[in-house]
């Protein structure tokens, strides 16, 4: 592996400050070992044993990390009224039962705590608000998803049959010239199929990408044109992009795209209805690879997605990433991530094998 020099942290965390907003309070699944940490204080602060952190993973002695080196931790199971919250620089337990506008006792409580001395970093379970959508990052993914699937049944996806120890792997965002070929590459080398989730607005001059994907057994779909937030769009709008995208694709291929992933999840009930009745499917994911993310490098990627992975499940990547966006990350995890699922025990199957959709609409 070969180790890069570069500060993501630090560029993020100025800029964030430059930005006068919080730290981002998603609770990651790695950690990097700093100088100094030992097994016990991680685990500490993660609210799990040193055991389990040790057994999770494989560590030959439970005392034996490295600076650098990514950890797995397991996040501690939240119930329907919980979220795990990282602690701030500065933070004490009454500030943060103020900002969660709970009390003392139900973190003591819902914690575990038997002192009120906490650390920057721990994962503590904090109330999460009853009503959806508030979460404190913006990230409103996954909560219109349940009316969605009880308006269309059989039309939305996250996940495919869980009887069969079966995943898909699934990239967005492309094609591009840089990296998406560089997976294909891949791909072909490990004879693994997959679904890219086209950016229409990404194709034209790459068209023989688009081409090479068909012509080697991938599944091309919709990922809208310009990737904007279905939610703030009209339905015409919606239908639009999606329409935009679903020509592009046809004029190359000959097939119009049957599914449709919408940028960042988020579609509209009157948008799905429209889309539902143009001969559309849905598709999410399940486990999302974070591997966009400046601060990840492929072992994290590789770690996050084996630590998520289910039967069914429908993995989240990219292809193409937004200007000065490095997806190196991505392209050096494949390799290791088809041998570890194969290893595992997994197949790595198109989405059509996992979902009962079809990836074309009739007749194209
Ligand atoms: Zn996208």
């Known amino acids: 592996m070969i180790i890069r020099f570069r500060s993501p942290l630090r560029i993020a965390l100025a800029l964030f400050l430059l930005a006068g907003v919080p730290l981002p309070t998603v609770a990651s699944r790695t950690y990097r070992v700093q100088p100094g940490d030992t097994v016990f204080q991680i685990a500490r602060w993660h609210g799990a044993s040193p055991e389990s952190i040790a057994r999770d993973n494989r560590l030959t002695r439970a005392d034996y990390i490295v600076p650098g080196q990514v950890l797995f931790i397991p996040e501690p ?51 999460s608000p009853a009503q959806p959508g508030t979460g404190g990052n913006g990230k409103a993914y996954v909560w219109n998803l349940p009316a969605l699937m009880a308006r269309h049944p059989g039309k939305v996806f996250l996940q495919g049959t ?28 490990y004879g693994v199929k997959a679904t890219f989730f086209l950016k229409g607005d990404m194709i034209a001059g790459r068209e023989w990408v688009v081409t090479r994907m068909v012509r080697e057994g991938h599944l091309v779909a919709n990922h809208s044109y310009s990737h904007p937030d279905f ?36 579609m509209t009930a009157e948008g799905l209805d429209r889309l539902v009745a143009a001969g559309y499917t849905m598709v999410n994911w399940s486990v999302d690879s974070k591997d966009w993310r400046a601060d990840h490098q492929a072992d994290q990627i590789l770690a996050s997605i084996l630590a998520q992975v289910k039967p069914g499940a429908i993995i989240l990547m990219h292809a193409a990433g937004g200007s000065g966006q490095d997806l190196t990350p991505t392209v050096k995890a494949l390799p290791a991530l088809f041998t570890k699922l194969q290893a595992m025990g997994y197949k790595i199957v198109p989405l059509t094998d996992l979902l009962p959709v079809a990836a074309y609409q009739p007749g194209a």
């Open 77 to 127: 199971a939240t119930l329907a009224d919980e979220k795990l919250y990282t602690v701030q620089n500065n933070e004490s337990l009454s500030t943060i039962a103020q900002k969660f506008q709970t009390d003392l006792s139900w973190l003591r409580q819902r914690n575990g705590l038997s002192a009120d001395q906490i650390y920057t970093g721990q994962w503590l379970k904090v109330p």
């Open 162 to 189: 869980t009887q069969r120890k079966q995943v898909a792997l699934t990239f967005d965002d492309g094609p591009d010239l840089e990296y998406t070929p560089q997976i294909l590459d891949l791909l072909a080398q």
């Open 231 to 266: 939610r703030k769009l009209t339905t015409e709008q919606i239908v639009t992009e999606v329409a935009k995208t679903a020509g592009l694709v046809k004029r190359i291929s000959g097939r119009e795209t049957a599914i449709l992933r919408p940028p960042y999840g988020e």
